[in-house]
Structures are given as C-alpha cells and as structure tokens.
C-alpha cells in the first residue's frame, strides 16, 4: 500500500516506470490528423497514472488524469515530460501523416500494399487464397491481409476470381 498522500514525479527517475500508449481514436480532416490515446505509467511501488491525450500536429494537449495516488501540482507540471516523447513517437509516429519523411517518400500510415489491377489483381488473390488454405489457415484473413481491404471487399475479390476462373465454383450444381 502506498504510504505518500502525493505521487512526486519529480523525484522519480525514468526506470522506475513503465510508459504504455496506445490509440483511442483519430479524426482526419484535411490535411489534419488528431489522435487520442490513452496513456498509463505504471510505477515499481504501484503508483499509477492514467491519462487521456490529444496529438494533434505534433503538440500534445491532456484531457483527463487520474493518478493514484493524487499529483501535486508539481507533478501535474512535470508530467509533459514524462509522456511527451513516448506519447508522439506511439499515436505520430516520426513524421506526420501526410508529410514528406525526408527521402522522397511520403508517410502513408494506412496505404494498402501494392498489388496487380485486373486480371492479374485477381490471379494474385486466388494465389493467396490458395496457398492459406494449404497452409491451413483463414483464407479470407489471408486476402484481406495482403490487400488491405475489409472482409466483404476482400470477400468480392475472391468471388471475382471464382467468376474469372482462377479458383473452383465454390457450390456444386445439382
């Protein structure tokens, strides 16, 4: 049991702590890209802190804590510091969305990989689809795996190259 009536992070060190970020949300508008995340350190002695934030063009805005125990005012000032770095390489990652990385390409979060259009497109899925029932696994997860598409596209891409004859009638006619 925690014996402080505050939590001074300002006496702590950085490897007492655990620091675990993941995403809540994202809005896009334009050429923006505001994350929310949830982000909780953890403590050796238990202590925790429970926080929701906003990353929206690389400044980070708090929306809610809890802390346990209570922060002080010195710690809810140096708090920033603690969250800051892991916070915008977890929901920004290292260039904004959108933006020029540096080498010439583009930062595309969620980009669907490269594939053949066409004839060729649909040969590519039944080759996947093939090889994952082979190997025993979903099928279906395997397309939509390598397409990027939702199961229902990746569901009509597989009845497409059934209709193209790349794959066998799925229903014998009786």
């Given at each position: 049991m925690?014996?402080?009536?505050?939590?001074?992070?300002?006496?702590?060190?950085?490897?007492?702590?655990a620091?675990?970020?993941?995403p809540?949300?994202?809005?896009?508008?334009?050429?923006?890209?505001?994350?929310?995340?949830?982000?909780?350190l953890?403590?050796?002695?238990?202590?925790?802190v429970?926080?929701l934030?906003?990353?929206c063009?690389?400044?980070?805005?708090?929306?809610?804590?809890?802390a346990?125990?209570?922060l002080?005012?010195?710690?809810v000032?140096?708090?920033?510091?603690?969250?800051e770095?892991?916070?915008?390489?977890?929901?920004?990652?290292?260039?904004?969305?959108?933006?020029d990385?540096?080498?010439?390409?583009?930062?595309?979060r969620?980009?669907?990989?490269e594939?053949p259009?066409?004839?060729?497109?649909?040969?590519?899925?039944?080759?996947?689809?093939?090889?994952?029932?082979?190997?025993?696994?979903?099928?279906?997860?395997?397309?939509?795996?390598v397409?990027g598409?939702?199961?229902?596209?990746s569901?009509?891409?597989?009845a497409?190259?059934?209709?193209a004859g790349?794959?066998?009638a799925?229903?014998?006619?009786?």
């Amino acid at each position: 049991m925690l014996e402080t009536s505050f939590l001074n992070l300002s006496d702590r060190d950085g490897p007492d702590a655990a620091v675990a970020v993941w995403p809540a949300w994202e809005v896009r508008e334009r050429d923006a890209v505001t994350t929310w995340c949830n982000v909780r350190l953890s403590f050796d002695d238990g202590a925790r802190v429970d926080l929701l934030a906003v990353v929206c063009d690389g400044c980070v805005s708090v929306e809610d804590v809890r802390a346990r125990p209570a922060l002080s005012l010195d710690d809810v000032a140096v708090l920033p510091d603690w969250i800051e770095g892991p916070l915008l390489e977890a929901c920004a990652g290292p260039a904004a969305p959108g933006a020029d990385a540096g080498d010439g390409t583009s930062d595309k979060r969620h980009a669907r990989p490269e594939r053949p259009r066409g004839v060729e497109g649909l040969r590519f899925v039944a080759g996947e689809y093939l090889a994952a029932r082979e190997a025993g696994r979903d099928a279906v997860l395997a397309v939509m795996a390598v397409t990027g598409h939702s199961r229902r596209r990746s569901l009509r891409l597989i009845a497409g190259a059934r209709d193209a004859g790349f794959l066998t009638a799925r229903h014998v006619r009786r």
